[in-house]
């Protein structure tokens, strides 16, 4: 019975004649392109018929012509989908995947390199968010803009008063990155970020040494990547309370800004109290970026230092301060003014712990921080997001291996197995699934900031292809990016500028205000998310995988933010850097 009620729905849900950008609509695929040798999948949403053709963009010549699959059923609604694999054409060019009698996909490239102009423009979008300077044309194009947020006199919030800072003083916080269509900076989320950038560099230095973005630093002796993250490092650097070494939470104004442009968005700034996640997230980055930096002290004198002291400083404040949490609600009952922009309010701090001991211990080799507190508290392998960071130190320990002493080579062995099963977990079912990748196994995925989720899957897929050399995580990590590119329930590419059919609406206070038809490139929406926060009215469907909606109103699901470009930016950056080789 079920069987035949799943028969009619195809046919129902099957229209005889389709116009052509209903055609292009229907075929899901990485709008950008394919690597000659990596696998190549289309996928086609309720339809009948089985034949599909590949022809090339150019002469109209048909270079394949194949079958589509038997229907796959979508996990969260009665749509089906069929699968075009058209993996043996490896042949560089543009082509377009045909549907006899109904219509063409949009175009799409096949090549070595495809990915290299998407990692430029992802990691470019950070230059974009640049606060307390000016965009030049030269580098921001028609997206030049004046300088906004000096933060040159950010007032101490009376909540974060201290002996030293009384309530009313004025420090000097500039530059940084904003931290999403917002024109805050938050020390938490700027913590993921920075380590999923650094990773990237750490992890593919090779590539990343002559990959440049056309940023005003290009040129310098350092690698672009590098000179992106100095922008960011330098804002977190001033974070610090000198006299104790805690972080303070956040940059802020009391409420969001209006759709303005950053020059006129000029309310009084304010720093909010330190924490334990800020200051070990802190810590975290500063070990990080301490290592790294050592190998620039021509170009950049000096910084090295100072992040490995404020690194350690930050720990001790932490070790002493191990359960400050940053509550927002509370802190406004008592102290004014009111703050009601982001909380990135965390309460669990193992995780923190966990990521800036492993940090220090491979920049320091001082074993005291490796078994300082529980490096392994439970089993659990929870994917990287703001709130939860432990796999940032589980992969700074993988990537060093050779150099884990003592208890930390010992437990080398069971956390290199813990990736691997992770992954392989991850990846059951996949080729059951309606779009075949790896997001989309649990309706969980798809919470605020789902595309993040996507990349971070792919992130950890590249790490077990890392330890293990085995070419399925590869290729498994690559059906995110096509996710993220195309083959998804939406049929959208995710990152502004990049894809044929591309979020043209970001809640983003830049593009908006900026009087720009296309918004600003190379930033990553957060995607569908059924939770619908916003309360936006323009949502198509509440199905988990289609809540989406590219509308300016919807920060639930259309937003812009730095910790979804970071992963974004590795997983095409590691893509490049692997698929390349
Ligand atoms: O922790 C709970 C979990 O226990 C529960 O199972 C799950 C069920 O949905 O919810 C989890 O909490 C979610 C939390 O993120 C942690 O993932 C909340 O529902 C969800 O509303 C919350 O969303 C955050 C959002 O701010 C609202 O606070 C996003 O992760 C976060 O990316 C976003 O960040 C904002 C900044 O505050 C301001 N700047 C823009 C930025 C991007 O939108
Ligand atoms: O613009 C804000 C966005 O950056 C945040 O992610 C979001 C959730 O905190 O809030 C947005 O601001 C909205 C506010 O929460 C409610 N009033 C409307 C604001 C702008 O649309």
Redesign the pocket.
């Known amino acids: 019975m079920r069987k035949l009620i799943f028969i009619l729905l195809i046919c129902l849900s099957t229209p005889s004649i389709m116009t052509a950008q209903e055609a292009a609509d229907r075929i899901r695929l990485n709008q950008i392109g394919f690597y000659p040798d990596a696998p190549k999948i289309a996928v086609i949403t309720d339809y009948n018929n089985s034949e599909f053709l590949i022809k090339s963009a150019t002469s109209g010549e048909i270079v394949f012509k194949s079958k589509l699959s038997a229907p796959h059923k979508s996990e969260f609604s009665p749509k089906v989908t069929r699968i075009a694999d058209f993996s043996v054409v490896t042949k560089p060019g543009i082509y377009k995947l045909n549907l006899p009698g109904q219509g063409d996909s949009y175009t799409f490239e096949i090549k070595p390199k495809i990915f290299c102009n998407l990692t430029k423009a992802l990691i470019k979008g950070f230059y974009f968010q640049r606060m307390s300077t000016p965009l030049l044309p030269e580098y921001a194009g028609k997206w030049s803009r004046a300088a906004g947020h000096p933060d040159n006199k950010v007032i101490i919030h009376p909540a974060a008063a201290s002996p030293n800072r009384p309530a009313g003083t004025i420090i000097s916080c500039p530059r940084g990155w904003y931290?999403?269509?917002?024109y805050?900076k938050?020390i938490v989320?700027s913590g993921i970020t920075m380590g999923t950038l650094l990773s990237l560099y750490e992890d593919f230095p090779a590539c990343f040494d002559t990959l440049k973005i056309n940023i005003p630093e290009s040129g310098n002796g350092a690698p672009d990547l590098l000179n992106e993250i100095v922008w960011n490092l330098r804002w977190m650097l001033t974070m610090q309370d000198p006299s104790d070494g805690g972080v303070y939470n956040k940059v802020t104004n009391a409420g969001f800004d209006g759709f303005v442009m950053p020059s006129v968005a000029t309310t009084p700034r304010y720093v909010v109290p330190k924490g334990t996640a800020a200051t070990l997230d802190f810590a975290a980055v500063m070990a990080q970026a301490g290592r790294i930096f050592s190998n620039f002290k021509i170009v950049f004198p000096g910084l090295s230092d100072s992040c490995m002291k404020s690194a350690d400083k930050a720990w001790t404040w932490a070790v002493k301060n191990p359960k400050m949490a940053y509550d927002q609600n509370l802190m406004n009952k008592e102290f004014k003014p009111v703050i009601n922009?982001?909380?990135?309010g965390d309460s669990d701090f193992r995780d923190e712990f966990i990521w800036a001991a492993a940090e220090l211990y491979i920049s320091t080799s001082k074993e005291s921080y490796y078994t300082a507190y529980p490096m392994f508290p439970d089993t659990l392998m929870p994917l990287p997001?703001?709130?939860n960071v432990r796999l940032l130190g589980y992969y700074t320990l993988a990537r060093f291996e050779k150099k884990l002493t003592n208890s930390a080579k010992k437990d080398f062995y069971a956390l290199k197995e813990r990736i691997l099963r992770t992954a392989d977990k991850m990846t059951e079912g996949v080729t059951d699934r309606a779009y075949m990748t790896i997001i989309g196994k649990s309706a969980r995925d798809f919470?605020?900031?789902s595309n993040s989720v996507a990349t971070n899957e792919g992130i950890l897929l590249i790490q077990a292809y890392k330890l293990s050399k085995d070419r399925k995580y590869l290729d498994y990590a690559l059906t995110n990016l096509d996710y993220i590119l195309g083959r998804n329930a939406t049929g959208y590419s995710f990152v502004t500028g990049y894809g044929h059919k591309t979020p043209m609406f970001p809640h983003h206070r830049l593009s908006e205000a900026d009087g720009i038809a296309d918004p600003v490139p190379g930033l990553i929406v957060?995607g569908p998310n059924p939770?619908q926060?916003d309360g936006c009215k323009t949502y198509p469907s509440n199905i988990p995988d289609e809540s989406y909606t590219d509308s300016v109103c919807s920060?639930a699901s259309n937003?812009i933010?730095i910790?979804w470009n970071a992963p974004a930016a590795y997983l095409a950056g590691a893509l490049e850097a692997l698929y390349n080789k």
């Open positions: 931290d999403a269509g917002d805050n938050y989320n922009t982001g909380g990135y997001s703001w709130n919470i605020w900031g957060g939770g926060q920060y937003e933010a910790n």
